[in-house]
C-alpha cells in the first residue's frame, strides 16, 4: 500500500529520491515494437530540467537517461522498460539546517508525522526531483499516441503571479522562450516580474495548461474510470497542484446552459466548453486541462514554524529553489497527459478490441 504506480495498463512506477543515487521508473504495459532512444527521452527531460534560465533552481543535472530493460535493437521488447538516471548535482549540505525543522508549505512535517522518519535532503521523496521520471516514461507515451493516431500534446503557461500570459496565443513561440509562455509579448514582463521576485527572495504561483489534439472518441469509462477524474488525479498528483479545471472548469459555474453546452451540427461541435470529455468518455474534440501550481514554500525569508521537538523555531530555507514552480510544469502535465491518455486507449482497446 505504498502508491509508486500510475496507470493500470501502461504501468510506471517511479522510485528514487532528490539527493539519492539514482532516480528511476519501472514502465510495464509498453506495447512491443516502439522504437525508443534515449536521446529523444533526454530532449524532453532538458524541457524540465533545472538551469535553463536564472528564473529556475540553478541545481543543474546531466538526466543522461539509462534504459536498463525492456529494450532491444532501439525497440521496447514488451517488457518491463526500466529507467535510471544518476543524480550528479545534489547539495545535501544546504538542508542540514532543515534537518530537524518543518518547512510550513512543505512536505517535511507530513511526510514525518505518517512515517516517523524523513529523508530531508533536498525534499527526499516529496522533491519535484521525481517528475523527471514522469517525463521520462511520459516520453514512450507520448511518441506512441503521436505514432498510433497522431495525437499533439502542447502545454503553455497560462498565468504567472498577477500576469496572464495566454491572451495571445502565438503556438510557434511556446518553446521559445524559457516560460513556455505562448505570448511573445509578455516574456519582457516576466523576466522582470521575476528578476524582482527573485531578489525579494519570495516565491509565487502559475497556471498551467494543456491541450491534447487528435484524440480519438471513445476514451474513458463511465463511472469510475472517467477520464476527466483521472486526468484530474494525474495533474493533482503533480508537486504543488492545487487546483485542476477540464474545459470551462470553475467558469462553468457562471456559465448558462445555452452557453456551456456544445452544439454540434455535421461540420463538428461548435465550442469546447466539455474541454474534450462528455460523461467521462473523449468525445474527439481537444482536452482541455488547466493546472493551479501554489507559491513554492522554501524561501530564505525567515518565518515562524516547528522542529521535530514541537519547538517553536524560526525558519530560512537555503538551497537552489524555483522561485516559481510554474515556469517548469509544463512538460510535467504535458507528461501526465500523455501518461493518462495512453493508458486509456490500453484500457478501450482491453474491453472493445
Ligand atoms: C517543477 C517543480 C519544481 C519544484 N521546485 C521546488 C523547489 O525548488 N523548492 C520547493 O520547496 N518546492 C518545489 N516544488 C514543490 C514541492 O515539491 C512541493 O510543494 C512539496 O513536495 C509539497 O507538496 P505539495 O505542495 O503538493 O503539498 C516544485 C514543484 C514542481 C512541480
Known sequence: MSFNTFGLMFRVTTFGES??????????????????????????????????????????????????????????????????????????????QIKRQFRPGHADYTYWKKYGIRDYRGGGRSSARETTMRVAAGALARKWLRLEFGVEIQGWLAQLGPLRTDEVMDWDSIEGNPFFCPHPGMVPKLEEFMDALRKSGDSVGARVNVIARNVPAGLGAPVYGKLDADLASAMMSINAAKGVEIGAGFASVSQQGTEHRDEMTKEGFLTNHAGGILGGISSGQDVVVSTAFKPTSSLRLPCRGLDIDGEEVEIVTKGRHDPCVGIRATPIVEAMMALVLMDHVLRHRAQSG
Open 19 to 96: 539527493h539519492g543515487p539514482a532516480i528511476g521508473c519501472v514502465i510495464d504495459g509498453c506495447p512491443p515494437g516502439l522504437e525508443i532512444s534515449p536521446q529523444e527521452i533526454k530532449e524532453e527531460l532538458e524541457r524540465r530540467a533545472t538551469g535553463r534560465s536564472r528564473h529556475t533552481s540553478q541545481r543543474r543535472e546531466q538526466d543522461d537517461v539509462q534504459i536498463v530493460s525492456g529494450w532491444f535493437d532501439g525497440r521496447a521488447t514488451g517488457t518491463p522498460i526500466a529507467l535510471l538516471i544518476e543524480n550528479t548535482d545534489a547539495r545535501s549540505r544546504d538542508y542540514e
